[in-house]
Nanobody, 125 residues
Framework: QVHLVESGGGLVHSGGSLRLSCAAS????????MCWVRQAPGKGFGWVAG????????YYADSVQGRFTVSRDNAENTMYLHMDNLRPEDTAGYFC??????????????????WGRGAQVTVSS
């Protein structure tokens, strides 16, 4: 049974940092592209970052490029999102998600077959 559990969210001031973790279980974590996505109330799906199965390749949305870093530890079945220089517009629920197909991008929830319950990130101005 596949489980994805996010942790590490919270409230920070603009310019602050947070690190999210995603603990995966129930599948061969090292075989899958994984992504972070976000969704804020009243806003649509937002792909944030994707990382290759081996962790050797990563891609980012333009809005977070240079501020966020995605990484993974396949020995620990865990993915991370380190977020620096946070802005109020980064406020959202952040979800880790497993890609259906072996590529980095996503335009909707239908590109994923599993995702967690999310971790709330709130950035105050």
């Amino acid at each position: 049974q596949v489980h994805l559990v996010e942790s590490g969210g919270g409230l920070v001031h603009s310019g602050g940092s947070l690190r999210l973790s995603c603990a995966a279980s129930g599948f061969t974590f090292s075989a899958y592209w994984m992504c972070w996505v976000r969704q804020a109330p009243g806003k649509g799906f937002g792909w944030v970052a994707g990382i290759a199965p081996g962790g050797d390749d990563a891609y980012y949305a333009d809005s977070v490029q240079g501020r966020f870093t995605v990484s993974r530890d396949n020995a620990e079945n865990t993915m991370y999102l380190h977020m620096d220089n946070l802005r109020p517009e980064d406020t959202a629920g952040y979800f880790c998600a497993r890609k259906k197909y072996p590529n980095w991008g996503a335009s909707s929830w239908s590109d994923f077959d599993y995702w967690g319950r999310g971790a709330q990130v709130t950035v105050s101005s």
